[in-house]
């Protein structure tokens, strides 16, 4: 693929419609005019993106994409840890408007979704509204002036809307481990993988066993001199039955796009399916579990390894990862999987709770990413001041996981409890996309200013989806990810995704507080004049 995405801020960073108004008595401009743009989209992630290209799609030019790196992609540009790849097959994990006939395998590399990405940039005409480089800062709501003050790393600027798709996988997590700041050799996280770095014949220990590990592990396993694979809570394994995807078919896909469909189709209700475990029926799950523990027992002789491998907890109460090879890498001689737990980091050596001490060269974490803490909500202050951070203090909640009292004319992609364990993001994100274009066509035909969630509309939506969440595999007992310091699931959605899908169809204009915009106010192409602060 062509070098378009060149870094450094290169490119034009607005859509030719941003507006520009002097702020006086803006202290840090010193009354310089600060630009005004309509939408502001933050992150070029699936989510990002796909409202970049919705709203081109729906004619409106005006807004700006901000990124902190200098490439598109988010999670997929990230992570390029070995092995790294989708692990909901490629057909259902894109864009339902730009389906990808040339996927290479059922579960496409992450080279590969980058590379889509960076293609749908291209095609959907968004590079010339990514702004590069450029780290949201701030982001504060004006009660008066009725729009967003945004602060970022390249400069200031106002808006009326504000769409986060910061992504909830995009803060990599270190262990707190006594010692671990003092260790002498080299130390990463799988989302920054060291490709500098040559493993070859090194002693490796690897934290963690989540997807990201299964992943690299086996890719590792046979460069290193020694993997220590520090296991406290070994997950549910399914065969992945990954093959690359035959030319011919790919052919099909092209030439009758409506196979390809069909195959997604498909696809999207085997993985529906799984949620009837996972919520309604958890007896089903047990099924699951049977299969998993005869794979596991064809794949592992040693009954003592197998029995370290071997989950205690119900299937999908941590997320099911799917592996074709992570069973047999770790049978291998120069593998040893440790279910003690650690004790301390020294310079050169773990130390398990054991007492016995691990010489290591590198440690490798596969810890996982700060979802229910991230750092973001500290930067976004709504109304009075107050950040997402302070209001999500007992745990985060959001109304269908896409806005928030007290935060007008603010959506988040991927809000609280919108992931899953079962099935694409890319549907989850789809859904509200359409929910947010809604609005926004709300807001422009019945010519409001802004949009604010009811605080009771809110608290009945989330009593809600907490009552729900009671009964699932992910209440069951095991501590996962999905689940929050108190140890509430503001994580997954608790249902059926075509269910979430219809509840997001159409904005309910019924569950919001309507601000009109004033007589000398018009948003999107139009000129916006902020009054005196
Ligand atoms: C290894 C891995 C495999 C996965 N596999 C699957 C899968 O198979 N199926 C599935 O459904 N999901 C999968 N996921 C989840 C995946 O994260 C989502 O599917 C999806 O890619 C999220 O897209 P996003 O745009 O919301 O976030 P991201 O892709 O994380 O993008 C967020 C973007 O926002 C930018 N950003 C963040 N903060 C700031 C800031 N303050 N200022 C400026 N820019 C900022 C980031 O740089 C990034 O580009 C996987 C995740 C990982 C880590």
Redesign the pocket.
Known sequence: MSRVFASGGSHKTLSDDDQRVTLPGESSNGGVPVRHVHVTI?????????MAIRLKQHGQNDFVV????AD????????T?PG?????PSHL?SFSFALNPHWSRA?SP?REIWNYLRSCTERFGILPHIQWN????DASWNEDEQCWHVT?TQGQFLTDILIL???????PSLPSIAGIGCFEGVLFH??QWRHDYDLTGKRVAVIGTG??AV?FVPQIQPQVGHLSLFLRTPPWILPRQDHPIAAWQRAMFRLLPITQRLVRTRIYWRQEIIALGFVYRPGMVEEGMQIARRYLAKQVEDPVLRAKLTPQYVMGCKRVLLSDDFYPAVTQPNVEVITERIREVRAHSIVTGDGREHEVDTIICGTG?HVTDAP?AQ?VHGCGGQSLADKWQAGSSAYKGTTVAGFPNLFL??GPNTG?GH????FM?ESQLSYILDCLHTMERRALQSVEVRPDSEEAFNTEVQQRMRGTVWTSGCKSWYLDASGRNTTLWPGFTFEFWRRTRHFDAKHYKLIPRKASTRVGKAVVRSEKR
């Open positions: 933050l992150g070029t992630g699936f989510a990002g993106l796909g901000i990124e902190r790196a598109v992609g988010g999670t997929w540009r990230d992570n840890y790294c790849a989708c692990d909901i994990y579960y992450s450029s780290e949201l800062l970022t798709g910061n992504g909830p996988l995009s803060e799988s989302a997807a990201s992943q990413f973001l930067c992609l991927i899953l099935n694409s993001m890319i994100i």
